[in-house]
């Protein structure tokens, strides 16, 4: 139904305005010489993200809503490990580290809100 959709297409807008806004504030930060951040990690964070968003959004619009948990769990722990991995191999990561951790807490504190969000939709 038309419904979902536009859930679908609010709920990505919604994601993209506030990367939006993580990125343009990253670049502020680098602009007034506080902290500056690779945007390579930035846009691994992104990309992951966006693909989970996508993912759970659209077995939500098809109707398949008892996964959605699984994908989001599946998910968050495939970001756990590619963080890891990143904190391993990119000297950049090591170096500035908390704000990199910020930065992947935001993206998974929006990302359980919009799973509560479907998974309060369902009913």
């Given amino acids: 139904p038309m419904v979902k959709v536009l859930i679908v297409l609010k709920g990505l807008a919604l994601f993209l305005l506030i ?4 990125f343009g504030l990253q670049w502020q930060l ?3 010489g506080v902290i500056a951040l690779d945007y390579k ?3 691994l ?5 966006l693909i989970s968003l996508l993912t759970i959004l659209i077995v939500f619009a098809t109707g398949k809503k008892d996964v959605i948990g699984f994908i989001f769990l599946g998910f968050v722990v495939f970001k756990f490990f ?3 991995y990143v904190a391993v191999f990119q000297k950049e990561f090591r170096l500035h580290i908390v704000p990199y951790f910020i930065l992947y807490w935001i993206y998974l504190a929006v990302e359980v809100v ?3 969000k479907m998974v309060k939709k369902q009913d």
Avoid: D, K, Q, R
Wanted: aromatic fraction near 10%; avoid cysteine; charge should be negative.
């Fill in 45 to 49: 964070m992104f990309v992951v993200t």
């Fill in 82 to 84: 590619a963080m890891g």
């Fill in 41 to 43: 990690i930035h846009v």
């Fill in 30 to 32: 680098a602009e007034n």
């Fill in 19 to 22: 990367s939006g806004v993580l």
């Fill in 114 to 116: 919009f799973v509560l």
